[in-house]
T-cell receptor, first 112, second 113 residues
Framework: GENVEQHPSTLSVQEGDSAVIKCTYS??????FPWYKQELGKRPQLIID?????GEKKDQRIAVTLNKTAKHFSLHITETQPEDSAVYFCAASGGSNYKLTFGKGTLLTVNP | KAGVTQTPRYLIKTRGQQVTLSCSPISGHRSVSWYQQTPGQGLQFLFE?????QRNKGNFPGRFSGRQFSNSRSEMNVSTLELGDSALYLC???WGWGVNEQFFGPGTRLTVL
């Protein structure tokens, strides 16, 4: 089955800096890659996603890149703010099995 | 449009008991997936239902089961509870089978004593 590795497990940045979280996946048939943000005590919220026919997608300060050949995808957050502090999860799904397989998560802390 | 709702939000049970959790998807959504979230294992897929049929199943023992009703509401049941079943149980809904975009409910926090 699919296996998703996520790094780093924790990331601390200063307000205004950029943050990058990286994930690798194992199943070359995967074609959908969402990112979720989970604040403490709250539900995971979809913040951006990308499909395998696209190499990059942006939404304001957030961008995701996908390298199908290397089977990895990354989340980029620019001009970080304290409210960006949360756990971020990457996931992958596709092929004949549509279930989402999640990475273990990255705790992002943005220091004011 | 109202979001995904889950009941109850908190549960305390003892070992050996059984528990039923409920999930109501976003109106119009017909697919419901269930996940177990723990600090050590992250988010692990339990199963997915679409049109009252289980379409996908994760690697959990048979003590974990689920069902979906004609109105798309879903329940999951855990029998013979073990201490290791303590976790946040999340459900997520999407509008159709094979549609990957999923929206999560607030979760049910289960504590097994």
């Amino acid at each position: 089955g699919e296996n998703v590795e996520q790094h780093p497990s924790t990331l601390s940045v200063q307000e205004g800096d950029s943050a990058v979280i990286k994930c690798t996946y194992s199943d070359s048939a995967s074609n959908y890659f969402p990112w979720y943000k989970q604040e403490l005590g709250k539900r995971p919220q979809l913040i951006i996603d990308i499909r395998s026919n696209v190499g990059e997608k942006k939404d304001q300060r957030i961008a995701v890149t996908l390298n199908k050949t290397a089977k990895h995808f990354s989340l980029h957050i620019t001009e970080t703010q304290p409210e960006d502090s949360a756990v971020y999860f990457c996931a992958a799904s596709g092929g004949s099995n549509y279930k989402l397989t999640f990475g273990k998560g990255t705790l992002l802390t943005v220091n004011p | 449009k109202a979001g995904v709702t889950q009941t109850p939000r908190y549960l305390i049970k003892t070992r050996g008991q059984q528990v039923t959790l409920s999930c109501s998807p976003i109106s119009g959504h017909r697919s419901v997936s269930w996940y177990q979230q723990t600090p050590g294992q992250g988010l692990q897929f339990l199963f997915e239902y679409f049109s009252e049929t289980q379409r996908n199943k994760g690697n959990f023992p048979g003590r974990f089961s689920g069902r979906q009703f004609s109105n798309s509401r879903s329940e999951m049941n855990v029998s013979t509870l073990e201490l290791g079943d303590s976790a946040l149980y999340l459900c997520a809904s999407s509008w159709g089978w094979g549609v990957n975009e999923q929206f999560f409910g607030p979760g049910t926090r289960l504590t097994v004593l």
